[in-house]
């Protein structure tokens, strides 16, 4: 019996629940064939490659391929759209602490409250800049 135990090969799976929490493009295609190289195999549980597929195969290819595609094309619009928000005269992400003061509030409504920075930002005053006397969020 212990041979016979010895013998059997056990099914690995990774579960993935979208391709892109794995990698894109050539990336992806890779570490799938270095894992099918070792016996495991990939599912997908949603996504344009939902269930499993065989690294070698051109559907799974070309899907990566596209998913790659999609991330830089994502990319290059959010570039172009902050850029284009830039020349617009708006501010590009939130308002940054201002002062120590402002920072040691921060800190405090984080750790001793256990606030988000959500729920942080309403209650913070900025001291200083065109903005002074509102808050850092808009």
């Known amino acids: 019996m212990p041979g016979e135990a010895a013998r059997r090969r056990v099914r690995v799976t990774l579960v993935i629940h979208e ?74 992400g939130g308002a940054k602490v201002s002062d120590p003061t402002m920072l040691a509030m921060a800190l405090h409504l984080r750790d001793a409250e256990k606030l988000s920075l959500r729920d942080i930002a309403p209650r913070l005053v900025i001291t200083r800049g065109k903005r002074r006397g509102s808050t850092p969020v808009r």
């Open 19 to 92: 391709h892109k929490r794995l990698g894109r493009g050539h990336d992806l295609v890779t570490l799938a064939v270095r894992l099918r190289e070792h016996d495991v195999e990939l599912e997908f549980l949603t996504g344009e490659l939902q269930g499993s597929h065989d690294p070698h195969g051109p559907v799974f290819a070309v899907l990566a391929a596209l998913s790659g595609m999609e991330r830089e094309y994502i990319r290059e619009k959010t570039l172009d759209g902050q850029e284009s928000a830039r020349r617009r005269g708006k501010a590009i």
